[in-house]
């Protein structure tokens, strides 16, 4: 069965950076889009960026644009989200998501980043 | 960007009984390869979400055929035929038509 295992949250001082990663098994990783997408204390659903199955193709919210980083290995099985620049309004569960049939249908448990001083 | 509209954004429903949420776009969801990219998903109290529906109307594996999807264009509902204690929780909408994917606010669902 598919599974997503997101790790490296944690709490980060403002400015700070972070690298979270999230390992799938259960599927053949190299056919599939994959995305990150956010969740803030109390609020709803935020989509942060998705990437393609080669990583040729990528994109992102206005609201991380320029600070995070999508990419994926698929030897490893293995997509990643590198976050710099880091602000309070950054602090969510981050869940990692297979896409299929054009949008988030497997998710992980999700891993917490708060960014606070 | 593309704002999802939902209502009601609470819903108190009684056991057996049906449901509906609104879910409206600022933008056709129409791509153009004639699909329409409008999903739903259910998040329970303390759990990661899960997609019900996708491209308007398809349920996903696993998903009780007392979920149902309509709508076109802009206009979109999720219905639940008859309200069972499992389907407390927010549920969203979201379109993955134009690039930049939109959810909306999310619509809470509780027992009478």
């Known amino acids: 069965q598919v599974q997503l295992v997101e790790s490296g949250g944690g709490l980060v001082k403002p400015g700070g950076s972070l690298r979270l990663s999230c390992a799938a098994s259960g599927f053949t990783f190299s056919d599939y889009y994959m995305s990150w997408i956010r969740q803030a204390p109390g609020k709803g659903l935020e989509w942060v960026s998705y990437?393609?199955?080669?990583?040729?193709?990528?994109y992102y919210a206005d609201s991380v644009k320029g600070r995070f980083t999508i990419s994926r290995d698929n030897a490893k099985n293995s997509l990643y989200l590198q976050m710099n620049s880091l602000r309070a309004e950054d602090t969510a569960v981050y869940y990692c998501?297979?896409?299929?049939?054009?949008?988030?249908?497997?998710w992980g448990q999700g891993t917490t980043v708060t960014v606070s001083s | 960007d593309v704002v999802m509209t939902q209502s009601p954004l609470s819903l108190p429903v009684t056991l057996g009984q049906p449901a509906s949420i609104s879910c409206r776009s600022s933008?056709?969801?129409?791509?153009?390869?004639?699909?329409?990219?409008l999903n739903w998903f259910q998040q329970r109290p303390g759990q990661s979400p899960r997609r019900l529906i996708y491209k308007v109307s398809n349920r996903d594996s696993g998903v009780p055929d007392r979920f149902s999807g309509s709508g076109s264009g802009t206009d979109f509902t999720l219905k639940i035929s008859r309200v069972e204690a499992e389907d407390v929780g927010v549920y969203y909408c979201?379109?993955?038509?134009?690039?930049?994917?939109?959810f909306g606010q999310g619509t809470k669902v509780e027992i009478k």
């Open positions: 990437i393609s199955s080669s990583g040729s193709t990528i």
């Open positions: 933008q056709s969801l129409v791509y153009s390869d004639g699909n329409t990219y």
């Open positions: 979201m379109q993955g038509t134009h690039w930049r994917w939109t």
């Open positions: 998501a297979r896409v299929n049939y054009g949008s988030p249908n497997d």
